[in-house]
């Protein structure tokens, strides 16, 4: 089989890429993030998991509830003459919220909140 001289400087150019890639990736590991991940415990991977992947339906429902919102707040105030307390009343109860669930919402520790105010906003 032939290779032609373009081939072989193809194949030699992405090989050093690649290699390069591998050393600049080998090379720049932090051992503190290897040890931190070490520690965690199977059942926090696990959390870890589950509340990434109940992020992404919830999330992107969430999302599409806080743009209607912004949508339907911004009709309101224009029906309403410039009511911007009207206009609040629904942004806030909209956008605000948790938009992403955490391993502590799945565990009970902190409580999910879909429209109104976050549970990470301390209350005085």
Not at 5 to 11: D, I, L, N, T
Not at 13 to 30: K, S
Not at 55 to 63: C, E, N, W
Request: some cysteine.
């Amino acid at each position: 089989m032939t290779m032609s001289f373009y081939g072989w400087m193809c194949r030699k150019r992405n090989l050093f890429i690649g290699g390069a890639l591998g050393l600049l990736i080998a090379l720049t590991g932090d051992p503190a993030i290897a040890e931190e991940l070490s520690e965690s415990s199977p059942r926090e991977s696990g959390l870890q998991a589950a509340s990434w992947l109940a992020t992404v339906p919830y999330g992107a429902v969430k999302v599409v509830y806080a743009l209607s919102g912004g949508i339907v707040g911004g009709f309101a105030w224009v029906l309403t003459g410039g009511n911007t307390a009207v206009a609040e009343a629904i942004w806030i109860s909209s956008m605000t919220g948790d938009y992403i669930v955490q391993p502590q919402n799945l565990t009970g520790e902190k409580s999910l909140h879909f429209a109104g105010e976050s549970s990470d906003k301390s209350n005085p």
